[in-house]
């Protein structure tokens, strides 16, 4: 009875083991050649395989180790890439950077503000936000010029107090003399402190802020 039982148990471990193997859903070069020689072992004595078939199932498995070589071949150069891409971008750990967007930092009570007109402005209205939202400062300016242009800030809020040093953001409105809105491309700025790669591309962090490489116009010491 118990020689019964084991024999039970025995198929039972056994059917266990053979609905918890999971099939593989992709074949490599091994498993190609397994497949060919068992093909080849068990084929009909009185008709074998012709030597048309057996080159081109040959040729089969080496194509298909070619792929494997060219996907490996191909993951590796994206690794050495991005490698390649984060040490050249570690470089930049440290420096400011200006950027398309609308941030900026107030240091030692002093700042910049840069942006680009598209035309001539015959009035242009800047108003700055600290990082509560809340407008801490304007400017009105008069007669500016299409391309870049910097407006400097000495950090002195609406009421002519000293505001701390940190980071702020700015909005601006710009029209011609006809009173046409004139488009303007902001400009931001800070410190990078870490890069990294993202879908095969560098990005900075400044600020807290990811920025891509491709968007930075301009690099500086201070």
């Known amino acids: ?10 198929k039972t471990l056994a059917m266990l083991n053979t609905k918890s193997r999971e099939p593989k859903k992709d074949l490599d070069k091994d498993d190609f050649l397994s497949l060919m020689i068992t093909q080849l072992k068990n084929q009909d004595p009185l008709s074998p395989m012709n030597n048309n078939e057996f080159i081109a199932q ?4 080496s194509s298909l180790e070619q792929l ?11 690794t050495q890439s991005s490698e390649s891409q ?20 107030l240091k030692d009570g002093s700042a910049n503000i840069k942006f680009y007109l598209d035309n001539a402005a015959d009035k242009v209205k800047i108003s700055i936000y600290n990082e509560s939202g809340a ?13 870049l242009n910097t407006i400097p800030w000495n950090g002195k809020g ?18 011609d003399k006809d009173g046409n809105e004139v488009s303007a491309i902001q400009i931001s700025s800070g410190k990078v402190t870490g890069v990294t790669v993202k879908d095969g591309k560098l990005v900075f962090n400044v600020n807290g802020t990811p920025v891509a490489a491709d968007t930075v116009k301009e690099v500086f010491e201070n």
């Open 1 to 10: 009875m118990l020689s019964t039982m084991e024999s039970v148990g025995s």
């Open 58 to 61: 040959t040729t089969q498995m």
């Open 68 to 78: 494997i070589n060219i996907a490996k071949l191909m993951e590796k150069q994206n």
């Open 86 to 105: 984060l040490l050249s971008g570690a470089s930049f750990i440290g420096k400011n950077i200006s950027y398309n967007g609308n941030s900026f930092s």
């Open 135 to 147: 407008v801490v400062a304007t400017g009105d300016f008069d007669n500016l010029p299409s391309g």
């Open 158 to 175: 609406i009421d002519g107090t000293q505001l701390p040093d940190g980071y702020y953001t700015y909005t601006l409105k710009a029209k």
